[in-house]
């Protein structure tokens, strides 16, 4: 009886600490009802908001968005040759939400960046040695993953959940 106890024990503790990994943390937005570019625009700023003040400064660059730029061309051109930052994908592309949680809330939206615009890329190396800066990356990739899964975008949304979960 005590071994079938235990097992369950720890069956709920697997099950409970991967849905905890996927899911957006508790002081995340959540978006409700149809998904409009508002309601978009609400959450990740929401997310920013939490997560922006937990990254170091020190060393940051600037960048100016010139046409025809992406943020994860961007974010691969900062971050794609670093080693050690977990499973970022093809060239940390996935690591975007950084960037943006830097640059001062100039980026809303992933996806509508315009020429311009000026962006903060901060060391990332230094903020994943860190251990508070480290987990508030990694809780701003899952809640941004949230964001992508109710637009309907599962490969980016897959993307940041893994990188997420190799922090």
């Given at each position: 009886?005590?071994?079938?106890?235990?097992?369950?024990?720890v069956?709920?503790?697997?099950?409970?600490?991967?849905?905890?990994k996927?899911a957006?943390?508790?002081?995340?937005?959540?978006?409700?009802?149809?998904?409009?570019?508002?309601k978009?625009?609400?959450?990740?700023?929401?997310?920013?908001?939490?997560?922006?003040?937990?990254?170091?400064?020190?060393?940051?660059?600037d960048y100016?968005?010139?046409?025809?730029?992406?943020l994860?061309q961007?974010?691969?051109?900062?971050?794609?040759?670093?080693?050690?930052v977990?499973?970022?994908?093809p060239?940390?592309?996935f690591?975007?939400?950084?960037?943006m949680?830097?640059?001062?809330s100039?980026?809303?939206?992933?996806?509508?960046i315009?020429?311009?615009?000026?962006l903060k890329?901060?060391?990332?190396?230094?903020?994943?040695?860190?251990?508070?800066?480290?987990?508030?990356?990694?809780?701003c990739l899952?809640?941004?993953?949230?964001v992508?899964?109710?637009?309907?975008?599962?490969?980016?949304?897959?993307?940041?959940?893994?990188?997420?979960?190799?922090?």
């Open positions: 009886m005590k071994k079938i106890s235990v097992l369950c024990l069956a709920l503790t697997v099950f409970f600490a991967l849905s905890c996927t957006p943390s508790s002081s995340s937005p959540k978006i409700e009802g149809d998904v409009t570019q508002e978009v625009n609400t959450a990740l700023e929401q997310i920013y908001d939490t997560y922006r003040t937990k990254l170091i400064f020190t060393d940051a660059q100016t968005v010139k046409s025809g730029d992406s994860s961007i974010t691969r051109t900062y971050y794609g040759k670093l080693t050690g977990g499973e970022a994908g060239s940390n592309g690591y975007f939400p950084v960037i949680l830097a640059s001062d100039h980026i809303v939206d992933p996806d509508l315009e020429p311009g615009m000026k890329v901060v060391d990332l190396q230094k903020n994943l040695a860190n251990p508070v800066s480290r987990q508030a990356i990694k809780d899952n809640d941004v993953a949230y992508y899964n109710k637009k309907g975008v599962t490969a980016t949304e897959d993307g940041l959940k893994k990188l997420a979960n190799s922090l």
